[in-house]
């Protein structure tokens, strides 16, 4: 077999690859398990295609003679990305603050975040952060004990915009 149809047959599997990708992605979808499953599914999904059709690239960049270029070499340590400073002297705003901006969420969002949902903004919030609440508390809470609302949530970002 000579290097044109090895090539040629690493792409019609990299053609398979992606039906069973399809497939997958309906099995997800159709699913009756919940948004946790089919997000779990198809976040899986689509890693295993991409690490098969990566090595399929490179056994192709190998037989031309070519080099893959990553554009993030994974034998490198993660470097931690800088935090936006946000001119804020309350952590509380700061935190609130990064949830809309880097995670993009919306201000009704932010509102109803409990702490049994921590897992999604842990990325954001410290954990010390949460340890004196309970399960189904509201992570952000105003100084007397009550939930914000939007347009406290709305300021917060206006008054940033203005320093």
Do not use: W
Request: aromatic share 8%.
């Amino acid at each position: 077999m000579n290097k044109n149809q090895k090539i040629l047959e690493l792409v019609e599997k990299d053609f398979l690859t992606l039906g069973n990708l399809e497939k997958s992605m309906q099995f997800a979808i159709n699913s009756y398990k919940g948004k946790q499953y089919q997000f779990k599914v198809l976040h899986a999904a689509f890693k295993r295609t991409c690490d098969i059709m990566l090595s399929r690239r490179k056994e192709i960049a190998k037989m031309l003679g070519l080099e893959l270029k990553m554009v993030k070499d994974p034998s490198e340590p993660n470097k931690p990305t800088p935090k936006p400073a946000y001119n804020l002297d309350n952590p509380k705003h700061n935190m609130i603050l990064r949830l809309l901006y880097e995670l993009k969420l919306k201000p009704k969002q932010i509102i109803n975040l409990k702490v049994k949902d921590y897992y999604l903004v842990k990325a954001i919030i410290p954990s010390d952060y949460i340890n004196d609440k309970q399960e189904n508390d509201y992570l952000f809470l105003t100084n007397r004990g009550k939930k914000y609302c939007v347009r406290t949530i709305q300021k917060i970002k206006e008054n940033n915009l203005r320093k």
